[in-house]
């Protein structure tokens, strides 16, 4: 399978988007299931009509192109989106008009726009997509791409209902940047009594990312094996970690956030980076991660910094069946 890289994580062949694994899950599983959904019995996590700003996912290929809604921002902070079948169909109507264009953010940046073609509920048409077994649907858009960032056969970025001033990076990253990270990923092994022959150089990413301006990149160090077990995939044992380290007093690089899991390949959480992006407008980026186990559903992390810490803001299930029949 083809995977797409946003943010210049690690992705590998056994990952592709997100959103469509998710769809393709629920497709298989939501005929399976008759009782209400969360989200049937959850009160909304805000007013639709008042429209506040939305963080969207685009996602697919040059010729079929998607924007989907992944969380809102109320009062500063990443919500879930939580909504009966009537408000997701007034979100569509809010946001999803044809030639609606939206900024899309890549690596924190701005790297183009889309441009609405297609949403949802078209008046006397077919809903862009269905599901079995399923009444609502989270609603997407089909979208043209504007961009000059070179592009995978599949993609993902970045994108906000209201564009976010940004400031490009000015420091630099660390000269020998695989070794820096390597040093990261293993002062995180160690302390789980794991070593240096814990990292697989076929499937270990070393990465730098800029998240506030001026100051020293954030390091990423990755490890999934696309294999996920030693004995076939899902099968036998396997070490995955995703770590973040800084340095913001000048005193060398730290862990300031990691996940690291050894053990059977199906009972292991997996993780990996989607990109980054000042989402709340406090001068830091948040950080997106896709959470994912063999055979369920994937989750959607938002980590925001502080202290010098990374800390989980937001976990929400990539859930695309709203409200089962």
Request: hydrophobic share 40%.
């Amino acid at each position: 399978m083809l995977a797409a890289s946003a943010g210049g994580g690690y992705v590998g062949p056994m990952r592709r988007s997100a959103l469509i694994l998710s769809i393709l899950a629920v497709t298989a599983g939501c005929n399976k299931a008759k009782q209400p959904s969360e989200q049937d019995q959850a009160p909304p996590s805000f007013d639709v009509a008042s429209k506040p700003t939305l963080v969207f996912q685009v996602f697919g290929t040059r010729d079929s192109t998607r924007l989907v809604p992944i969380a809102a921002i109320i009062d500063g902070q990443a919500r879930a989106i939580v909504l009966p079948g009537a408000d997701w169909r007034r979100l569509d109507s809010l946001y999803f008009q044809t030639g609606t264009a939206y900024p899309v953010y890549r690596d924190g940046q701005p790297a183009g726009m889309v441009t609405v073609t297609r949403r949802m509920w078209e008046r006397d048409s077919e809903p862009l997509y269905d599901l079995p077994g399923c009444r609502e649907v989270r609603p997407m858009a089909a979208v043209t791409l504007a961009t000059s960032v070179p592009l995978d056969p599949a993609f993902e970025f970045l994108s906000l209902s209201v564009a976010r001033a940004s400031v490009p990076p000015a420091a630099p990253t660390p000269r020998d940047l695989n070794a820096a990270v390597r040093a990261l990923a293993l002062t995180a092994l160690r302390a789980e009594q794991l070593d240096a022959e814990d990292i697989d150089t076929a499937w270990f990413s070393a990465h730098a990312m800029h998240v506030t301006a001026g100051a020293k990149a954030t390091l990423v160090a990755s490890q999934v094996d696309a294999n996920g077990g030693d004995a076939g995939p899902g099968a036998g044992h396997t070490t995955h970690f995703l770590v973040l380290g800084d340095d913001p007093d000048g005193t060398g690089y730290k862990v300031s956030y990691q996940h690291l899991e050894s053990g059977e390949a199906r009972t292991v959480e997996f993780q990996r980076l989607l990109d980054h992006l000042d989402i709340t407008g406090d001068g830091t980026d948040e950080v997106f991660l896709e959470s994912w186990r063999y055979a369920s559903d994937n989750d959607l992390v938002v980590l925001s910094r502080s202290s010098g810490k990374w800390h989980e803001l937001l976990r929400v299930k990539q859930q695309w069946c709203v409200r089962k029949r």
